[in-house]
């Protein structure tokens, strides 16, 4: 019998990684990302700012409109941010900064959202006392601001003076929620990691680190929510009144110590 010959099948043919054109930028143009430079030849990057999540955030302005916005920059592990950030989108005109548009390519994430007014709620509430109405015009702007958020499937996570930002205007004062970097979905299997901040967070929270997703998340905005109130009806936190000191500018000493409080 003769022997049954075969013959190899011929080896697909590999395409070439894509490469940007000369001149264009890359998906997220991450070498851009520097003082002076443009970011993908829209944005005219300015300032590097501190961020609390371990990225890089800059101030900027649009090259054609010259409107301000915040850059920032970080590294992720999947896609659940921007499962999140799809639904900040959505937010637009619910008493949220907000959120423009964002890229994502081999780890490595961008976003960009409008410059938020100049004023935080902690600056405001240093240079005036809340009136009664006031104070109840910022809750009613607050909660529903957290609705819509808690309506799309996420929570804040990370409300603040700091956080919350104040406009005057003819209708009188007007709150928008910023910080919207530690935002995450309650929906759908696993956890994600938060870093807690244990003067805005419920006392149960603090030292953890880790959070499977789940909607009861929600009374965790909702808890800060009443901490930052409290904050503007007493004209300090509560734990600068126990402590008797300036803790609006948080040190490691101080975090540890409120820690230890709980």
Not at 102 to 122: D, W, Y
């Amino acid at each position: 019998m003769d022997e049954l010959t075969t013959t190899a099948a011929p080896e697909e043919p590999v395409a070439p990684a894509a490469v940007p054109a000369a001149g264009e930028p890359s998906a997220v143009d991450w070498e851009n990302l520097v003082t002076g430079s443009r970011w993908k030849m829209v944005y005219h990057i300015g300032e590097q700012l501190d961020d609390i999540t371990h990225g890089r955030i800059f101030k900027a302005a649009h090259v054609g409109s010259s409107d301000s916005v915040f850059v920032r920059a970080f590294k992720v592990q999947d896609d659940s941010r921007q499962a999140v950030w799809e639904r900040l989108v959505e937010l637009k005109g619910d008493g949220f900064i907000e959120a423009m548009e964002a890229a994502q390519a081999e780890g490595k994430r961008v976003e960009v959202v409008r410059a938020t007014p100049s004023t935080t709620l902690r600056e405001w509430t240093t240079h005036r006392k809340l009136a009664p109405g006031e104070i109840e015009l910022l809750v009613r702007q607050l909660t529903v601001a957290l609705h819509a958020l808690h309506q799309k499937g996420a929570v804040h996570l990370n409300l603040s003076p700091d956080t919350v930002f104040i406009k005057s205007t003819d209708a009188g004062l007007r709150a928008y929620v910023g910080g919207l970097e530690c935002a995450a979905s309650f929906r759908g299997a696993g956890s994600f990691v938060h870093s807690v901040d244990p003067y805005y967070a419920p006392p149960e929270v603090v030292g953890l680190y880790q959070f499977p997703r789940n909607p009861a998340l929600r009374a965790w905005d909702w808890w800060t929510l009443g901490r930052v109130v409290q904050e503007v009806i007493l004209g300090k936190h509560i734990m600068g009144h126990i402590l008797e000191r300036d803790v609006s500018r948080q040190t490691q000493e101080l975090k540890t110590r409120a820690e230890d409080m709980r």
